[in-house]
């Protein structure tokens, strides 16, 4: 039996590693160059409580105990997870309702470790927090993560029991037989045979829907922007900070990201088209991500400590939940999508509930593995072990002295590991390394990580990619 899980997001690539510990083909095809670069790559990167999904929704129902997945999850496949807390912040006893019901809510939910605090703890948990706000609700188990890597690193997983990983390939439909998908059909020509399809094609799900013939909710897109701080803003931030939220959502943010910057932001804007390609950030937006931060924690507002904006695509439909269906129009076809926030962190518990729930109901009988492997090899960062250790790698292998991105500290053995695991584009290497994430955002290192890649790829350096087609480095040599 072969599985096809069409997009290798945090959700598509999760679905396939659960799917691994079956006696089931497990084929992933992305049709970016890489896994993770679609919704998963940019986004708040918050393991959210769960305490403010309403009651009812897929959101309150996989939001907490897919939290609660992430240490296991993160042990095993050796992605990080830091578990910093957060606040949703209050100034005086007219706003302590909206906390009190959160509260509930959560309570609700089945959300751990939520408490509210008043004036004094909030400010030991939160010294720089501004003196307008008296009250707080405080979530224990709310963390930060690299979404990315979760992604990435489940599809490793998946490629070591034996599955398949497919990228730059876009799925364009399949072949289908009395009710059921038989074969799916590639860009490139090829034909992959399938008993179970998953559509986890994120922004896409209604479009790779639509190439099956296949109804599912329409999809329309919210934007959020962000601005990301230096690691010197950090030392004003321990958790994850929220206002209180709005009829918009969770409000602009004040959100530590686990290698040491700070991520002001996302705003809330729907799109009055489908524009997927539009990841534009403007005046406006970045504006308010600033004066939201100064008005969470005054002085943040700081411009020497901005490094980059960016914003991402958040998939909705009216129902503002996510949308989790076996096809009515084929046996074999499940969508996953609408996959707004908190989709990060529902994803391990929907990748359970799929293949445990949903892939029974298309007439597959799945047969448990014994030989199902959970663990990726750890992947050495030399930035975090001591300097006695690092001297006996450089010993070993003189390229874990050579350091390529001063920033964050990544030596050419770490890039040459991740073109190993499969990058192939400097991102690739960006998001499995962090060569390139740090204050210079890869203007000093790109040049060199370009002739690493270009070398261990053995390819000319102007075939040598930023991320997508067309996004190259050079164009070709001025002078033989
Ligand atoms: C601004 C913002 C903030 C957010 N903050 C949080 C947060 O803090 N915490 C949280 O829990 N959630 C958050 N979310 C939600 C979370 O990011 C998403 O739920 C999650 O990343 C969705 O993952 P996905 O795999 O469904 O989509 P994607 O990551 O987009 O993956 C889908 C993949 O499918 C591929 N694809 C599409 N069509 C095809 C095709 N035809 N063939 C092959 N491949 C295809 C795409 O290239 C893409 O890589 C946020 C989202 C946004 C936009």
């Known amino acids: 039996m072969q599985a096809v899980v069409i997009g290798g997001g945090v959700v598509g690539s999760l679905i396939a590693r659960e799917l691994s510990r079956f006696r089931i083909k497990v084929v992933l095809v992305e049709k970016s160059e890489d896994i993770g670069q679609g919704v998963t790559k940019a986004n708040s990167a918050i393991l959210h409580g769960g305490y403010d999904d309403p009651p009812g929704t897929l959101r309150a129902r996989f939001c907490a105990p897919g939290n609660l997945m992430f240490d296991k999850l993160a042990e095993e496949l050796k992605f990080p997870v830091k578990r910093t807390g957060s606040i949703v912040v209050a100034k005086d006893r007219n706003e302590l309702p909206k906390l009190e019901e959160l509260l509930q809510n959560g309570i609700n939910n089945g959300v751990k470790d939520l408490r509210i605090v008043g004036k004094n703890e909030l400010r030991e948990l939160e010294p720089h927090i501004s003196d307008e706000f008296n009250y707080a609700l405080f979530c224990g188990t709310a963390g930060i993560t690299e979404p990315w890597m979760v992604a990435i690193a489940s599809a490793m997983n998946v490629a070591a029991n034996g599955g398949e990983v497919v990228t730059g390939e876009e799925v364009i439909g399949g072949k ?41 909710p329409p999809v329309h897109l919210r934007k959020g922007e962000y601005i990301l701080l230096d690691k010197k803003a950090s030392e004003l931030v321990n958790m994850i900070i929220f206002p209180l939220p709005t009829a918009a959502g969770k409000g602009k943010l004040v959100v530590p990201t686990v290698d040491g910057g700070v ?78 926030s908190p989709g990060l962190t529902a994803a391990p518990a929907i990748a359970e509930f799929v293949v445990s729930m949903i892939v029974p109901e298309t007439g ?95 390819k000319d350096l102007s075939e040598v990619r930023q991320n997508s087609e067309g996004s190259w480095i050079v164009d070709g040599k001025v002078r033989q």
């Open 176 to 216: 289908i037989n009395e009710g059921r998908v038989t074969e799916v059909f590639l860009s490139s020509g090829r034909k992959i045979e399938a008993d179970l399809v998953i559509n986890a094609a994120g922004l896409f799900y209604e479009k790779v829907a639509s190439a099956f013939n296949v109804n599912v």
């Open 364 to 458: 597959i009988d799945l047969v448990r593995r014994d030989d199902f492997v959970p663990c990726l090899e750890e992947r050495v960062k030399i930035k975090e072990l001591p300097a006695g250790k690092v001297s006996e790698m450089i010993d070993e292998n003189p390229a874990y002295g050579r350091i390529v991105c001063q920033c964050n500290e990544v030596s050419e053995a770490e890039i040459v590991q991740a073109i190993r695991d499969g990058a192939r584009t400097i991102d690739g290497i960006k998001f499995r390394t962090r060569a390139g994430f740090g204050r210079c955002q890869g203007g000093f290192c790109s040049w060199n990580i370009a002739k690493i890649l270009a070398r261990e790829l053995k």
């Open 263 to 340: 991520l002001l932001g996302p705003t809330s804007v729907e799109l009055p088209e489908f524009s997927p390609e539009d990841v534009s950030t403007t005046d406006s937006g970045l504006t308010s991500v600033r004066e939201s931060g100064e008005y969470l924690i005054p002085g943040i507002d700081n411009a020497k400590w901005f490094i980059k904006s960016f914003a991402g695509l958040r998939p909705e439909t009216v129902q503002k939940d996510f949308y989790i269906k076996r096809a009515e129009e084929l046996a074999n076809f499940i969508t996953v999508g609408a996959m707004r």
